[in-house]
Structure formats: structure tokens, C-alpha cells
């Protein structure tokens, strides 16, 4: 079949065949002729074009995901021992007093006494600060060392109920309640005595001032209100820095295990503020308490979990050595466990600290083993 040309004057007339030329032999070949440019660029739009778009699409997505799961990291915590007297199985924490003891503060020589203080002038708090600040001298960028102040709140008026009724008859009926003959325990606050526990833990930190106790360069504290007022207690007018005025950040994360009992519920955002208008409240604290739960009690994985991701965020965007948190029995359980420090129960008021090594790894967060929440147990009377 031969090809025909098409006329440019006019549509084709019937008999009229001089409207219409074959194509020559030359114009088939020629590649510059109209038709052909044509055809090349009709081909070009319609295959070529959008397949390199998609080849570039593809490629593109490939790299971002390679570069992802190249720079995806975690931080890796561990805790240091031989320290500290309450990293050390010998330790029995039930008898143990951090009021005389220098925090648990080892007595020890270091590798760092030679250069720092060759004529033992110095005291074990210097030479620790110091050893502290030679290690993370000589650590490489992705590796650091902390030392967290973990304070436990005092005496609140849920813990004398639960000694009261005891710890059975407390989770199984009294802690579902708003409080008793004898008061209320909602977001309890601090009976008399707690509040002198927190005096003596101001104090205690007074004496290690006096000590040369490297001074918290941060502080944190749960929103909780016996955290919030042992907080204030223990640390306005020590004369440490940060402390005049005393403005800890709160964090959400730190609280006590969640659910069910009234006790760890929060007040408001507004009735904190009210309360505590220097204090400084996280990016993203709500105004009502979003995570209480009448019904559900969080596990202790799952009390764990949560404590190692304030961890991860507190080391992440916090870059100070000496961190101080006033936080809850069950949140200082969970973050000695996931830091691998060995279980030590505080008394309420009492400080432990807790030298951590934070080394950045590549790689996402291992996953935890997260068990269920419970409901309330069934009174057995």
C-alpha cells in the first residue's frame, strides 16, 4: 500500500486524486520531514517521557528509603556500676540510708586523680564531676555519659490510705475512690509528713553543696501534684543554679503507672499553672488529663515503655551531664529497668542516682514485650 500525503489547500474532492501524492522514497527516510518530527514527538510525549518521569520517581523513592534505613538510630542505655553503693549487689536497699551516705557516692580513686588532683585536696564529689567530664572528653560523638538525680516524692495521703486499709483491700476497692472520712486522695498531695521529707531531702542536698555535688543542670518533675510540691521543697532556695527561680520542665511521661487508681490522676493544665506559674510545662501538655484511665491499669511493661521513651527524648534533645528528676516509685522502677540497673526500692523523700552511658546506634528501638492492662482486682471481703 502506498502512503498518501494529504493535501494543505483543502480537503480531498471525489476524483479529484491530484490532491493526494505518494510519499517519496526520501521523504520516508528523512527524519526531518514534518510528518516524521511529527511522529517522533508524539512518541516522545506519550511513552518516553512519562517512563523516564517514573524511572526518576522510583529511583528518587529507593534512595529516600535507602537513606532512612541508614540514618534510622536509637540510643542505647546501660547503666555504669562501681560508682555508686546502690549499683552494688552487697547493698540491701531496705536498710540503706542516702542521708549518710554522700548519695551513695563510692569512695574510690579514679583514673582521672593523678591529673586532677595529685595532692588529694579535693573531694570525692570533685573527682567524680571530674572523672565524669574526662569520659565524655574522650568519648567519641555518638557516645555520653549522664548522671540522673532520681528523687521519689514524699508521703501523699494515698500512701497512709493504702497503709490504712492495706494493699489488697486499697487496689481492689478504696483506690477506685475519690478519698475517705479522712480526706481525698485525688492527685493526692503531701500529708505533713511528706512535706518534711522533702525538707530533709533540701537539706541532704544542702550538705552535698557542701560537698562540691556537681549541681543539676536540668530538672524534670511528673505533673503529678506530690511530685510537683516534693520538687519545690527540695530545691528552691539551695542556691543552685536554675533553682532562683526554681523552674523544672513537666513532663507528661514521668508520672506513675496510669489507671484506675485516682491518686495518679492529674489535675488540670490550668490548675498546675495556678499552682506552680514558674514551673515550665512540656510543648504539647494537655489541658485535661489524657491518659487516666478509671477502668484500665497500665502494665509494668508498659509503664517501662513509656519511661524508656522519656528517656530517649530527654537524652535526645537535653545535652547536660547532670540531670535531675522528681518523679513516682513505679516510674524510678522502670527507668532503673531500662537502663539495666538492678532493682533498688526507695523510700518515699529518698534520691538515688544513677550513672547512665548513652551510646546513639543505628538502627530503630527494639521492641518490648508490652502486656495488656489489668482492671481492678476482685475484693475477696
Known sequence: MV????????????????EYQPLRESERLNSNHPRALSFQRFFQITFIIPLLLAITVI????????????????????????????DESATNPDTFDYLTSNFGLISRSYDSDAEFDPDGR???????????????????????????????HGEGYHNVAERR???????????????????????????PVGIAQAETAHRAWGTQIENKIPFPQSYYVSPLN??????????????MPHTEPFRPVVKELLRETIGLHTCDSRS??????????????????????????????????????????????????????????????????????????RKFAL????????????ERVPGPLPKMHIDPPSTAPICKN
Open 165 to 191: 486499709y492495706g494493699t489488697e483491700a486499697w487496689d481492689c476497692y478504696w483506690s477506685l475512690l475519690d478519698g475517705d472520712d479522712n480526706g481525698t486522695w485525688v492527685d493526692a498531695r503531701l500529708t
Open 59 to 86: 529511583v528518587a523513592g529507593l534512595m529516600m528509603m535507602a537513606e532512612s534505613i541508614t540514618s534510622e538510630s536509637h540510643l542505647r542505655l546501660s547503666t555504669v556500676t562501681g560508682y555508686f553503693s546502690q
Open 122 to 152: 579535693r573531694t570525692q564529689w570533685e573527682r567524680f564531676e571530674y572523672q565524669i567530664n574526662k569520659l565524655n572528653a574522650e568519648s567519641g560523638p555518638e557516645t555520653s555519659y549522664r548522671l540522673l538525680y532520681l528523687g521519689r
Open 226 to 239: 506530690r511530685c510537683l510540691a516534693t520538687a519545690s521543697i527540695t530545691f528552691r532556695g539551695t542556691k
Open 268 to 341: 488540670s493544665k490550668t490548675a498546675i499553672l495556678a499552682e506552680y506559674p514558674e514551673y515550665i510545662i512540656e510543648d504539647g501538655f494537655a489541658e485535661e488529663d489524657p491518659l487516666y484511665d478509671p477502668k484500665l491499669r497500665e502494665s509494668d511493661t508498659a509503664r517501662d515503655a513509656r519511661l524508656r521513651d522519656l528517656l530517649q527524648n530527654i537524652f535526645t534533645h537535653d545535652k547536660n551531664t547532670f540531670i535531675s528528676l522528681t518523679a513516682h516509685s513505679g516510674a524510678i522502677t522502670s527507668i532503673l529497668q531500662v537502663t539495666g540497673h
Open 3 to 18: 502512503p498518501l500525503r494529504p493535501s494543505r489547500a483543502r480537503p480531498p474532492r471525489q476524483g479529484n486524486e491530484l
Open 347 to 358: 523510700a518515699t523523700g529518698a534520691v538515688i542516682p544513677v550513672l547512665v552511658k548513652v
